[in-house]
């Protein structure tokens, strides 16, 4: 986690060094996103519907931040290995493959966005930064949690259909940790996510 926090402030630290000193031009916004997000648990990926909604501002025509808070649903056909413990010495410890039921119950993403007008009211943009999430993992014989926070970055392009309305195209990759070797302990999962979003102007 704290190499997640380290790299994220490296990388908007040398964004704003990079670019020329020039007024702010604070536009605050909200909104929400929703669409595909894959969980792999570690041997198998699922896809399943997943929500958030979005404060952000954009700081200049170039760049701004986002925060965007939601949840996941659970998926079906995820696999993982499980860690089966000795049986009193009788057998050695050992890994099993078995199904598990993978899910999200909230994220939390702090987001530097980057972005370039391309033509009118069309921009591109790109993100890093980090995500907290809560993940639980359902398998036979338990259940397992685990909060962490892991280092995320992604892109998009958003159109102003109206002053002061957006709508965006979005793919972040909101974890690339999984780890699933021991339940009770398991490290995370892979959360991509590509969504759909509308924004609103204040």
Not at 142 to 169: C, E, H, I, K, N
Request: aromatic content about 16%; charged content about 15%.
């Amino acid at each position: 986690m704290k190499n997640a926090f380290r790299l994220t402030c490296l990388a908007i630290g040398l964004c704003f060094t990079a670019l020329p000193a020039q007024a702010i031009d604070f536009k605050p916004y909200a909104g929400a996103g929703a669409g595909t997000f894959v969980i792999d648990a570690g041997l198998g990926s699922d896809n399943v519907f997943g929500y958030y909604g979005v404060l952000g501002a954009d700081l200049h025509e170039y760049y701004g931040f986002e925060l965007r808070i939601g949840n996941i649903g659970d998926t079906v056909g995820s696999q993982a290995q499980i860690y089966v413990p000795p049986d009193g010495g009788d057998f050695p410890p050992f890994l099993v493959t078995t199904p598990v039921e993978a899910g999200i119950d909230y994220f939390i993403a702090y987001l530097f966005k980057a972005q370039y007008p391309v033509v009118e009211n069309l921009r591109i943009y790109g993100v890093i930064g980090a995500t907290t999430m809560k993940a639980t993992l359902t398998f036979a014989g338990g259940t397992a949690s685990d909060v962490s926070t892991t280092f995320s970055f992604g892109g998009g392009v958003d159109y102003r259909v109206a002053p002061q309305w957006l709508v965006a195209l979005d793919g972040t990759v909101y974890a690339n940790s999984a780890d699933t070797d021991n339940p009770a302990k398991f490290d995370g999962l892979d959360v991509w996510g590509f969504t759909g979003m509308v924004k609103y102007e204040f």
